[in-house]
Structures are given as structure tokens and as C-alpha cells.
């Protein structure tokens, strides 16, 4: 069994519900959307209504429940989400648009609260039509259960290939009050950029402006959710939603103000701790990969050739296999498109230089070693052409990622 913890080493298990924020409850339930005999069915509620700012991903196919809420946060206000697995209700047509509205109008007339304030999350299988008939039975149920589910139960009800559940917490002292922000996501597949493929709700009882919230989330799923990556296939379902209830009673944070930056450090704090559980689970992963470029001409640049680097399945599979071949690097860093001088250019594994100035120095046996007994592998690589630098994440290929995913439907 798996447990994760947050910054402060509380364990984040059914028993302990000190990290759910002030004025929020949780509900999980089983639907059998997919299959029996799991929870895969959850509700998120606000006691008062919430700001909230949302990110959802740039594919042009994007699944009905995104569509949906994409609108619902240009008022940048909600109080509840309800959120599936099993069934992505992607590619459904008008008719998988009419079951996300019509999931979100039950849940609000259960709740007693504006359909407008209800956000609808959904993961699992593309282009299968939505149950509805479970769905209908499972809100109530719901409804009715709001308070008795820990965030294990909400990450657990979440998951998809994921093997282990996700939740990160952390408390935050804004002036002379302590808050409480709290994520929970999934995603172990189809995770690239732009956002990462993944769902991921964030509570806090934290009072901050909506413009404020809003650049806050923007920014952070920037520098970590939209760095990492598994195999460079993207989904339709990709949604990241912050909700900030007020309920700390501190006064309203508001853009760059000193609780404001307090904020988005716990903020970029969670977020990141989040990505590197989703890429440590990456379908049939055995290791955990930090590839950092520096000495870049500027971060646009040093997180290309990252990223270059992080989609190389030959370098994922070199990793894999305890191979220190430094040369699928280099090829990587030469059809990035950026132009630099490989004579200037050194990488280390770990502590281990194994190229300098672009050549190699003779210790692949030692980065051999370091990679077979190491379960978090970190990759820097120095381009010697100016001062930016940028991270990604990703884990290793094996074969253990193409059986999960000749499964997946069956």
C-alpha cells in the first residue's frame, strides 16, 4: 500500500482529515462505470461559495465536461465538483454535451445550489457514451455522503492505469492565521505538455482575488504540470481546478503582495510535488528522470531541448536498461532545433560528468552503476551559452507500458 505525504510528513490516509481544508466536504462512491467493485465516482463541496480558476489542455479534441467548464470559469466563481473515472465522455457529440450539463444540474438541485456552480470532471475511455442511468443513481448517494470521504478516497475514486493513489497537502501561515491548500490528482498516462494529462483539484480555505487565483494556477502549471512528460501523447480531458472558499477569514490576497507570494510558493510547492508522483507512476515506470538543460540562451530555449531529451524513447529505454549512453543525448540535444556548440556542451549523470566539452570522458561504467541503483535518475545537461535553465520530468520506458496499454479497453 502507498502513502504519500505532505511537506510537514502528516500521512494522508482515510483516518486523518486534519489536511482537508476549512468548509470543504468529500463524498466518493461506486457507480461501476467500467467495472465493479471500485469507487469511481466523487463529489467535492464548498460549504460557501468559492473563487475558482481553472487550466484545461490544448488539444483541439477536447471532451465534453472541458467544454463545459472551460465556460464556467470565466465567471470565476464555484462551490462544487463532481468528477468520474472510467468513462472520459470524449468524442460523444451533443449528446455527451447534454449528459456533462445534465450531471452537473442533478448534482446542484441535490446540493441546493446554482447549476453554474457545479464543475464536471471526467477520465477513462474515449468516445463511449456517458451511463447516465448510473450516474443518476450515484449523486444522491452523493449528496448524502458529503463528509465522510478522506482525500484517499477522492484520489483513489479518480484513478484510471494509476497504481497508486494522489495527495499532497500543506499548511500555510498567511499573517497571523494558519490555511490549509490541499491537491489531489491523477495521471500516470498520456501525460505531455500543454497541460499534462492528468485531472487535478486543489482546495484551499485561503482567501485570494480571482485575477490573483487565477495568475497563481496559470503560472504554476507552467513551470510543472506543463514539464513533465511520459510518452508525448496528450488527452482530451486534461483539467487542473483551484477552489480558495475564504473560509481562513484573512483578508482577500491580492496580486503582488507579500501573502500573495507566500501563497504561490505552496501553490508551486504542490503542484510540483503532484507532477513528480504522476511521472514516478508513469505506466510500467521503474525510475524517475529529472533532465535539466542550463547555460541556455534563455528558458524557452533550455526547455526545448529538454523536453527533446525527456521524449527520446531511446534515452527512456537507455535508462531503463542501466545504460549510460550519454551519445542518445547529444542526438536528442541535435534535433531539438536549437542551435549550440557541442564542443561546449558537458552532461552528468548524477554526479557523474560523463561528457565534456563533447566528448566523452571515459566513466559509463561508473554512470552505469549510478543508474542501476538508483530509482531517481537526474540528467543535467550544460550548453556553456548563456544563463537560462529549465527542468522537466519524465520516467523510463518499458515493457510493462505497452502491455497496460494494449489492455486499457478490455
Not at 30 to 55: C, F, Q, W
Not at 59 to 68: C, D, F, G, M
Not at 81 to 107: F, H, P, Y
Request: glycine letters at 8%.
Amino acid at each position: 500500500m502507498h502513502y504519500k505525504y505532505d511537506k510537514i510528513g502528516a500521512m494522508l490516509s482515510n483516518k486523518d482529515k486534519t489536511y482537508i481544508p476549512e468548509g470543504f466536504l468529500l463524498s466518493a462512491g461506486e457507480a461501476a462505470i467500467k467495472k465493479p467493485g471500485r469507487k469511481d465516482i466523487a463529489l467535492i463541496y464548498s460549504a460557501t461559495e468559492a473563487n475558482i480558476a481553472g487550466a484545461f489542455t490544448t488539444n483541439r479534441v477536447k471532451a465534453a465536461p472541458v467544454k463545459l467548464d472551460i465556460e464556467k470559469t470565466k465567471s470565476g466563481k464555484g462551490q462544487a465538483i463532481i468528477v468520474n473515472s472510467g468513462n472520459a465522455n470524449a468524442c460523444t457529440g451533443r449528446k455527451g454535451m447534454q449528459d456533462a450539463a445534465e450531471t452537473a444540474s442533478l448534482t446542484a438541485k441535490n446540493l441546493k445550489i446554482k447549476p453554474s456552480l457545479v464543475y464536471v470532471c471526467s477520465t477513462g475511455v474515449i468516445g463511449m457514451p456517458m451511463p447516465m442511468e448510473k450516474i443518476k443513481a450515484a449523486i444522491p448517494v452523493l449528496t448524502a455522503n458529503l463528509g465522510r470521504a478522506s482525500l484517499r478516497d477522492i484520489a483513489s475514486a479518480i484513478m484510471t492505469t494509476d497504481t497508486f493513489p494522489k495527495a499532497i497537502a500543506k499548511k500555510i501561515k498567511i499573517k497571523n492565521r494558519t490555511g490549509t491548500m490541499t491537491g489531489i490528482c491523477k495521471g500516470a498516462g498520456m501525460i505531455a505538455p500543454n497541460m499534462a494529462t492528468m485531472l487535478c483539484f486543489i482546495l484551499t480555505d485561503i482567501a485570494i482575488e480571482k485575477r490573483a487565483l487565477s495568475k497563481a494556477l496559470k503560472d504554476s502549471v507552467r513551470k510543472t504540470f506543463n514539464r513533465i512528460t511520459i510518452d508525448g501523447d496528450m488527452s482530451t480531458n486534461d483539467t487542473a481546478l483551484i477552489m480558495a472558499n475564504g473560509m481562513l477569514g484573512n483578508s482577500e490576497i491580492k496580486e503582488n503582495s507579500a501573502s500573495y507570494k507566500i501563497f504561490k510558493n505552496a501553490l508551486d510547492e504542490i503542484t510540483y510535488e503532484l507532477s513528480r508522483l504522476i511521472v514516478k507512476d508513469g505506466e510500467g515506470a521503474t525510475k524517475l528522470i529529472t533532465i535539466e538543460v542550463e547555460g541556455a540562451a534563455d528558458e524557452k530555449e533550455a526547455e526545448k531541448d529538454a523536453f527533446s531529451v525527456a521524449n527520446s524513447n531511446l534515452v527512456k529505454t537507455a535508462v531503463y536498461g542501466n545504460d549510460a549512453n550519454w551519445g542518445r543525448i547529444m542526438a536528442a540535444l541535435g534535433y531539438s532545433g536549437i542551435k549550440f556548440n557541442e564542443e561546449k556542451v558537458s552532461i552528468h549523470l548524477g554526479n557523474i560528468k560523463v561528457v565534456n566539452k563533447g566528448i566523452g570522458t571515459g566513466k559509463d561504467a561508473e554512470a552505469n552503476n549510478y543508474l542501476k541503483n538508483n530509482s531517481e535518475v537526474s540528467i543535467l545537461i550544460n550548453l556553456n551559452k548563456g544563463s537560462a535553465s529549465a527542468k522537466v520530468l519524465t520516467c523510463d520506458l518499458t515493457e510493462e507500458y505497452i502491455r497496460v496499454n494494449a489492455d486499457y479497453r478490455t
